[in-house]
């Protein structure tokens, strides 16, 4: 092998990836021509090695072929990418790239165990699902830390899809594509349970364009959705058809909490109505960072660019809130638009909260930022010193107070 430092060696390493394989591939050579099969196969690996045994007939051109020239080679394929079964680790090495068969994730972890793929500043993975599938999978929680990671569904699949918890940290860059389907289109990323972006890394969630009924969701969350230092990118896709729905931005069933860093969720043009930015069954708290948040379009109903039972906005926030055409709200807290004067005591210094109706009408409130007293001078003879302060001049003696 050429590349010494990619050769897979040693039983412990070899023989998980030859369990995950469905399919033998053999060559050979029948009538000086060369020629392959797929076979099903089993093995038995002692201590004279590994022995392969395949289901055949006893007659028929391989065999004949065989008898002729018994060198052969072979080439083992995966239903999935990778499968791993309990707790699994993957560490990225390099560029890397997986692309599954139809109806198979590009990775998946399967059973309860956890997946979690790691890596360095130069590491790369792409994973491709096959048709029908997502790009990766995890039946437990999945955990990203490091490296470059981009994850494609295909023909409706979600680009990342985990029935426990998602988190990203460790400087991460993720891209999630949800890709388009007949009927609906894939998530970005889909969780279980809830999704926790944090440590400078940069996530790219984009749900696929549905056909005849709603777009998927950027980002989809059965629990709730934390970024505490991040920068988020997350859209909905279109609901083209006249019935259709946009996707969400940001979806989740528990509270959403921002605190820092940077926020950006859009939701998707709907044929019939448009979907939310940024929405939660629960709680949206934003405490800090940039945040914008916009509404999708819809022919009939826009959506709102935040939509809440409760949204909790205070601390040194800057959000941008805009509502979707034609009928959607920029701040849609239990079921009334937010009245930006009744947050005034809980934003901090620096904050700045916009709000843009569907008509495009802005309000906005915001809170300036003390300006800091510039230092006192006084000259060595006692003479006077002045001291500004937001915007005035008040005159005080070499030696005497205020």
């Avoid at 469905?22 to 022995?51: E, Q, S």
């Avoid at 990323?189 to 009924?213: C, D, H, M, P, Q």
Wanted: proline content about 2%; glycine content about 22%.
């Amino acid at each position: 092998m050429r590349r010494k430092d990619r050769e897979i060696t040693g039983r412990e390493n070899i023989e998980p990836i030859l369990r995950a394989c469905k399919t033998c591939r053999v060559a050979m050579i029948a009538d000086g021509a060369p020629y392959v099969v797929p076979l099903n196969f089993g093995y038995t690996w002692d201590d004279d090695g590994l022995t392969l045994y395949f289901h055949s007939g006893l007659k028929g051109k391989k065999i004949d072929a065989l008898r002729a020239d018994p060198r052969v080679c072979f080439e083992l394929d995966t239903e999935q990418g990778v499968t791993g079964e309990g707790d699994t680790n993957i560490k990225l090495d390099g560029d890397n790239a997986l692309k599954s068969d139809i109806y198979r994730s590009g990775i998946y972890g399967s059973g309860s165990g956890s997946l979690t793929i790691s890596g360095g500043e130069n590491d790369s993975l792409t994973a491709q699902g096959g048709s029908g599938a997502n790009g990766i999978s995890s039946s437990g929680s999945l955990t990203i830390s490091g490296g470059t990671v981009t994850a494609n569904g295909d023909d409706g699949g979600r680009g990342i899809s985990s029935n426990g918890g998602v988190t990203i940290s460790g400087g991460s860059t993720v891209t999630a594509n949800g890709e388009s389907g007949t009927i609906s289109g894939g998530d970005g990323i889909w969780s279980g349970g809830g999704v926790t972006i944090s440590g400078g890394s940069t996530v790219t969630a984009n749900g696929g364009n549905g056909g005849s009924l709603v777009g998927g969701d950027g980002i989809r969350s059965g629990g709730g959705l934390t970024v505490s230092d991040g920068t988020v990118t997350a859209k909905g896709g279109n609901g083209d058809s006249k019935d259709g729905y946009g996707g969400d931005g940001i979806r989740s069933g528990g509270v959403v909490t921002i605190s820092g860093n940077t926020v950006n969720a859009a939701g998707g043009y709907g044929g019939k109505v448009g979907g939310y930015g940024i929405c939660s069954f629960d709680r949206v708290a934003i405490s800090g960072g940039t945040v914008e948040a916009a509404g999708g379009n819809g022919s009939t109903g826009g959506g709102s660019g935040i939509y809440s039972s409760v949204i909790d906005l205070s601390g040194s926030l800057e959000l941008t809130a805009k509502a979707g055409s034609p009928t959607g709200k920029a701040l849609l807290q239990n079921g009334r638009e937010l009245d930006l004067d009744t947050i005034k005591d809980k934003l901090g210094p620096g904050a700045k909260v916009t709000a843009t109706d569907a008509n495009g009408k802005t309000k906005q409130v915001s809170i300036p930022r003390p300006v800091e007293p510039e230092e006192s001078s006084s000259s060595s003879d006692g003479g006077s010193a002045f001291w500004r302060r937001a915007g005035a001049e008040r005159e005080c003696g070499g030696t005497g107070g205020f």
